[in-house]
């Protein structure tokens, strides 16, 4: 089955940039998600990435994949109070469209 | 705001009772998926469903059911409810073709079986 793993907890100051790791086992994944929660509300979608690409930036957002490794982080950069979350690693396999997420990871922004 | 919503926000109900939550997808959106988020087993898979019919199934126990209606919107029926059930739930909805793989989370409903 698929499994996703991530770190538990991150601290950064503020201006600094965030970097969260994952890394999954399935290797017919086809899309690989990051989603953020923040306190009492639901999952935001922040980006994805397609299995065949290796980067994908969107403002402030770097996603990085290493198919071989099957490895995925998610950079923050300029870190604001506001990132403080906390974000899901998901990936959906190539035979259905269920996403398989991680346990989270709780970024904690310090002044 | 995702454009799910899901009714109540909160649920608080005495084990062995029966409760329905309430899904409505993104306007256009066919396919509806639920979410169980607790503390010990994280998010995990129950169901999907695509214009009007299962698609998928993961752990999904069978004192748990669910369907979608005509108008796209899902039901979740949780029975025989247990302290263990006690979790958030979410519904995702995600269109047809071309754009499926964005999957749009609702805001939940947390459930508290006392």
């Known amino acids: 089955g698929e499994d996703v793993e991530q770190s538990l907890f991150l601290s950064v100051r503020e201006g600094d940039s965030s970097v969260i790791n994952c890394t999954y086992t399935d290797s017919s994944s086809t899309y690989l998600y990051w989603y953020k929660q923040e306190p009492g509300a639901g999952l935001q979608l922040l980006t994805y990435?397609?299995?065949?690409?290796d980067m994908k930036q969107d403002q402030r957002l770097t996603v990085l994949l290493n198919k071989k490794d099957k490895h995925l982080s998610l950079r923050i950069a300029d870190t604001q109070t506001g990132d403080s979350a906390i974000y899901f690693c998901?990936?959906?396999?190539?035979?259905?469209?269920?996403?398989?997420f991680g346990a989270g990871t709780t970024v904690t922004v310090r002044a | 705001d995702s454009g799910v919503t899901q009714t109540p926000k909160h649920l608080i109900t005495a084990t062995g009772q029966r409760v329905t939550l309430r899904c409505s997808p993104r306007s256009g959106d066919l396919s509806v998926y639920w979410y169980q988020q607790s503390l010990d087993q994280g998010l995990q898979f129950l169901i999907q469903?695509?214009?009007?019919?299962?698609?998928a199934k993961g752990n999904i126990l069978e004192r748990f059911s669910a369907q979608q209606f005509p108008d796209l919107h899902s039901e979740l029926n949780l029975s025989s409810l247990e302290l263990g059930d006690s979790a958030l739930y979410f519904c995702a909805s995600s269109a047809t073709s071309e754009r499926s793989y964005e999957q749009y989370f609702g805001p939940g409903t947390r459930l508290t079986v006392t």
């Open positions: 990435i397609f299995s065949n690409m």
């Open positions: 469903y695509y214009n009007g019919e299962e698609r």
């Open positions: 998901a990936e959906r396999g190539s035979n259905d469209y269920k996403l398989s």
